[in-house]
Nanobody
Framework: QVQLVESGGGLVQAGGSLRLSCTIS????????MGWFRQAPGKEREFVAT????????FYADSVKGRFTISRDNAKNTVYLQMNRLKPEDTAVYYC???????????????WGQGTQVTVSS
């Protein structure tokens, strides 16, 4: 079993930055790819970014490319999402997920965190 806990969300003004963290516990010996997704009120959950276990390959949604950076520290069992130049449309609950391979579809992930709220004011 794997548990994921997100942290780092909060309220920030447009143009500001936040760094989200996702700590992995439990069966951490498996080499999980990780993803970040988000869900805004009244909208479906959408892909944000993904990273392979090695960290050598990453992929971003077009809406965040150039502003967000996904990274990981396997020694700390932690994945990060650095979010810069935030916009009001980035407001959502952000979830991290673990799976066998980096993917953009949420059904490819086996484990999910509870989410952390990010609110960007205009």
């Amino acid at each position: 079993q794997v548990q994921l806990v997100e942290s780092g969300g909060g309220l920030v003004q447009a143009g500001g930055s936040l760094r989200l963290s996702c700590t992995i516990s439990g069966r951490t010996s498996n080499r999980y790819a990780m993803g970040w997704f988000r869900q805004a009120p009244g909208k479906e959950r959408e892909f944000v970014a993904t990273i392979t276990w090695s960290g050598r390959s990453v992929f971003y949604a077009d809406s965040v490319k150039g502003r967000f950076t996904i990274s990981r520290d396997n020694a700390k069992n932690t994945v990060y999402l650095q979010m810069n130049r935030l916009k009001p449309e980035d407001t959502a609950v952000y979830y991290c997920a673990a799976g066998g391979a980096a993917a953009i579809h949420d059904d490819q992930y086996n484990y999910w965190g509870q989410g952390t709220q990010v609110t960007v004011s205009s």
